[in-house]
């Protein structure tokens, strides 16, 4: 397995493009199975999530073809469709099971294993299976795999869904079925990332009726069928923030390319609180720090618009060297704080105590081998290499390719010493 070796100590300074949202294209290229006609998005990241969602849809027989190194990916789903998502490929990436809604939708039964366990916690499906049976889904557990049959006529029919919790991968399957659905679906307590916006603006292009993505109630008119498009992703604002810290961590001033502050406010005003300087540009965002070391900030990540979970394990590897003591509390994944004993081997000072962590800054960290354990844990422990000192070797990196394109390339070009080990 491959390992990326960083040499902490410089700063960073230049330019970083950002890439479309690997969370978006996850949910935007199942929508091809809501219409027998093409759909082509543009600003694709070139990721190994998106290899898979391309397998598992070319698995289903729809045809996937990526074009320009992989930032454009047409797809059309016309003629037989298969509606068994397989194990082998689904328990690789729990958004497989975003084919769920959109092939009960089309062919009014679907068979689709669950993904399995995760390491960042147990994620089950009842939101997704609940609001599907609502629409009038039969659905049962048998061998690992959800059995669902839509009502009479094969046809979902439009309900009004009251969700327990606002659930990112729920909210893309209901309103992916609900566009074919009778009748009108209403979603309660919907989740309102930009990446829903995305999946919903996709879906209009298509032709769908949607109202009120963006806001905790959608509201979807469901239509006879569904037409080609040609959709830009939207910028991964995860990996905008990731980067976001590089400067934060380093020292140096970064442009990011692309970046939207829109995308990012309550991560952008954590990094005000802590010493970060975040202005707008033509072509994106500049951050740079403002003194020499950052303050301590208690973070609470929620759902959108407040603090992403996908950008704890970065920030909690940037307290480690503030000045004071943070709390970090974790409210959307149960066990989401592997990375702590890992930067703990590099000289931080973390007490995890449940969702709770305090991270008592450090003066510096020191380098060191590591192991990342999932995919955010992994870039938070890079970053965290750059700024200690000596050198860190980050194994398992595979977690990296998920949903990081070219990250050693995108940070040698603001002047990082970092690079792959390949072990052939
Ligand atoms: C998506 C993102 C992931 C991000 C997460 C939260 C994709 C591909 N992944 O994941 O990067 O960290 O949103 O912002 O977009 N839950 C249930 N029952 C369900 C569904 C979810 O209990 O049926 C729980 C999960 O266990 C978890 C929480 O709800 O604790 C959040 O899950 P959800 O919002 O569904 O996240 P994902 O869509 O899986």
């Known amino acids: 397995m491959d390992s990326i070796l960083v040499r902490g100590g410089g700063a960073l300074n230049g330019q970083i493009p950002i890439a479309g ?60 469709i298969n509606t068994r998502a397989e194990y082998d490929i689904v328990r690789k990436m729990r958004a497989s099971n975003l084919v769920l809604g959109p092939l009960l939708a089309r062919e009014g039964h679907a068979e689709v294993s669950l993904p399995g366990g995760c390491a960042i ?32 006529g094969g046809k979902l029919k439009g309900a009004v869904i009251d969700f327990p919790f ?33 999946l919903a603006d996709c ?55 692309g970046g939207r502050i829109d995308l990012l406010e309550a991560f952008c005003e954590k990094l005000d609180a ?34 992403p979970t996908d950008l704890q394990a970065q920030m909690m590897a940037l307290l480690c060297t503030a000045e004071g003591t943070s709390v970090l509390e974790e409210k959307i994944f149960e066990n989401r704080f592997m990375h702590a004993p890992e930067l703990i081997r590099m000289g931080a000072r973390i007490d995890v105590q449940g969702g709770t962590a305090k991270v008592t800054g450090v003066e510096k960290l020191k380098g060191a081998p590591v192991m990342a354990t999932d995919l955010r844990a992994s870039i938070s ?30 940070l040698r070009g603001v002047g990082a010493d970092i690079e792959r080990i390949s072990d052939k």
Do not use: W
């Open 274 to 307: 802590a010493g970060i300087d975040v202005s707008e540009t033509d072509a994106g965002l500049k951050v740079a720090r403002r003194n020499g070391r950052i303050s301590a900030v208690d973070v609470t990540t929620e759902p959108f618009p407040g603090f």
């Open 21 to 80: 949202a690997k969370n978006a294209c996850l949910a935007l290229m199942p929508a091809t199975l809501l219409s027998e006609e093409p759909l082509t998005l543009t600003n694709a990241p070139r990721l190994s999530d998106i290899r898979t969602m391309t397998q598992l849809l070319q698995s289903l027989g729809a045809e996937v073809a990526a074009m320009q190194d992989g930032k454009v990916i047409t797809m059309a789903s016309h003629g037989e």
């Open 381 to 410: 422990l890079i970053l965290a290499g750059l700024a200690a000192t000596g050198e860190t070797t980050v194994s398992r990196v595979y977690h990296l390719d998920r949903g990081y394109e070219h990250v050693v390339s995108k």
């Open 121 to 152: 916690g147990a994620r089950p499906m009842d939101i997704h299976t609940d609001g599907l049976a609502k629409m009038g889904a039969e659905i049962d557990l048998r061998d690992g795999y959800l059995y669902a049959k839509a009502g009479a």
């Open 203 to 257: 879906l209009r292009a298509m032709g769908a009726q949607i109202e009120g993505d963006g806001t905790s109630s959608i509201t979807i008119q469901g239509v006879d069928s569904l037409h080609g498009a040609t959709h830009k992703v939207v910028t991964d604002r995860i990996e905008l923030g990731t980067y976001m810290l590089a400067p934060a961590f380093c020292g140096g001033e970064v442009e990011l390319l």
């Open 166 to 198: 606002a659930s990112v991968g729920a909210t893309e399957n209901i309103l992916m079925a609900a566009t074919l659905a009778k009748g009108t679906t209403v979603i309660n307590n919907a989740a309102r990332e930009p990446e829903i916006v995305d």
